[in-house]
């Protein structure tokens, strides 16, 4: 399979950096797409956690070539402090091409956010304040700067001196705190120089890599629920998460991509507003946030948290045209007595199969549960799909049969290893 695409098929936080460390070791990229660093991946290896926002969850294997293509948005404080953070710990990242097409985040785009966030009240979409909205904003209206833009130095430093001249004025308007230009300027500079020996023609690159055989992996952040398009519009993020996405944010071809894997949870988890029909309040929720430790890797923030919900992953395998899907965290699932998993919704005493095009009906529905007894026993050592309990299996099975795609890895715990592999076990 040359390319494979992860996507987050919930609201985030789907464990895929896990997954995507695991496909690692069978490809030779490993290419970010979308996104900056609102994402934070976590890889967990012999007990060291490694917690990336920018730089792709491969690059803890040293075979891998780490890419982020044009469609990610680059805040160049956060990737050279990722960059500094992996060497201090042996983690050689000199192989890093970055898309001369990638857009750069610049202060003004946070204080955007937060004026945005501000303005919005009671109603925040509860971003994480990095810029990332603002950023793809001005990508759209086409007064973006790129990070090709450093490799002209001086053009690059009259760029930013009259972007943030010009944002200044918004800012001000906006009851912000205006910018230091010069400083921005300076410090600026500094990064544009730093970045330029990583600028590559990604487009070409992974083209020719594709044409030499080698195998790409193409790492989604967010998730299929936070997509602009797709989504709980407007709270969701500024890009295309979902598989299509993929295409546009690496110049790769809709030909081209031969595997799309998503990431579920065996549960549902939620950072930010917006609709969420699974949503518990109970105890239950509680214990999924505690024993899942359900606080976000950037922001700290507390994760919302309800049961799975497979219309929602129905939606997913179309929107991205997913293959398979990877079921993370079941182990969070061992200590209760009962576990739920919602197959449809109810609107005004009618049944929906279907996932809602408009966030005010998601907001409406409600759950229709299948309820199974839990399995009562640890999933953590497993490592053989015929070791798992009955009542485990029972779990993955009915989301195969009502998702209609197979599942093909389950997550049994954080470290790099906790997984087993569902579709080879003797068991079925
Ligand atoms: P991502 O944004 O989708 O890459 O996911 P995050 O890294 O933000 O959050 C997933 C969290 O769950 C991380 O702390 C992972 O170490 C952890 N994790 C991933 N898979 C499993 C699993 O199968 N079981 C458990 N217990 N933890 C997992
Ligand atoms: P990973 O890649 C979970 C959420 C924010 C907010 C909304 C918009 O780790 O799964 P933004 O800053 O992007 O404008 O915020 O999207 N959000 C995430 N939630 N995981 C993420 O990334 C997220 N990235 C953004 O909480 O609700
Ligand atoms: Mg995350």
Not at 206 to 229: K, N
Not at 387 to 399: G, S, T
Not at 411 to 421: C, K, P, Q, S
Request: proline share 4%.
């Amino acid at each position: 399979m040359p390319v494979t695409v992860v996507v987050g098929a919930q609201w985030g936080d789907e464990g895929k950096a896990k997954v995507i460390d695991l496909l690692s070791k069978e490809h030779a990229y490993v290419v970010r797409y979308q996104g900056g660093h609102n994402a934070g991946h976590t890889v967990v290896v012999d007990g060291e956690k490694y917690a990336l926002q920018l730089i792709p969850s491969g690059i803890l294997y040293d075979h891998v070539i780490p890419v982020i293509a044009n469609g990610v948005v680059v805040d160049l404080p956060t990737l050279f402090n990722e960059i500094d953070t992996l060497a201090s710990r042996g983690i050689d990242t000199s192989q890093l091409k970055v898309s001369s097409l990638a857009h750069l985040i610049f202060p003004w785009h946070q204080a955007h956010d937060a004026i945005a966030e501000a303005m919005r009240g009671d109603d925040k979409i509860g971003t994480t304040l990095k810029g990332i909205g603002p950023a793809y904003a001005d990508k759209a209206r086409r007064v973006g700067i790129r990070a090709g833009d450093v490799l002209n130095a001086e053009r690059f430093s009259s760029l930013v001196r009259e972007r943030a001249l010009a944002e200044n004025v918004l800012i001000e308007q906006a009851g912000g705190d205006p910018l230091d230009v010069d400083d921005v300027v300076a410090r600026f500079e500094a990064f544009g120089e730093r970045l330029a020996p990583y600028v590559a023609d990604t487009v070409s690159l992974l083209h020719d890599a594709l044409a030499a055989g080698s195998h790409l992996l193409l790492e989604g952040a967010q998730a299929t629920f936070l997509d602009l398009d797709h989504g709980t519009y407007p709270y969701v993020t500024s890009s295309n998460p979902t598989a299509g996405g993929a295409c546009a944010g690496t110049g790769l071809g809709p030909r081209d991509i031969d595997r799309v894997v998503g990431i579920t949870k065996a549960y549902t988890t939620r950072v930010g507003a917006g609709p969420f029909p699974t949503e518990l309040f109970d105890g239950d929720g509680e214990t999924l946030v505690d024993v899942g430790k359900e606080y976000g890797t950037v922001t700290g923030r507390r994760r919302r948290a309800g049961w799975l919900d497979l219309v929602m992953l129905r939606q997913a395998v179309r929107l991205n045209s997913l293959t398979e899907l990877a079921l993370t965290k079941l182990d969070i699932l061992d200590g209760f007595e009962t576990v739920k998993i919602c197959t449809a919704y109810r609107l005004d005493g009618e049944v929906l199969r279907n996932y809602p095009d408009r966030s005010d009906i998601v907001a409406r529905v409600e759950p229709i549960y299948e309820v199974l007894d839990g399995w009562g026993s640890a999933l953590r050592e497993m490592r053989d799909a015929d070791q798992l309990p009955d009542l485990a299996k029972r779990f993955v099975e009915i989301v195969e049969r009502e998702v209609g795609i197979p599942v093909r890895i389950v997550g049994v715990g954080a470290e790099r290893d906790d997984y087993l592999l569902w579709s080879t076990s003797a068991a079925r």
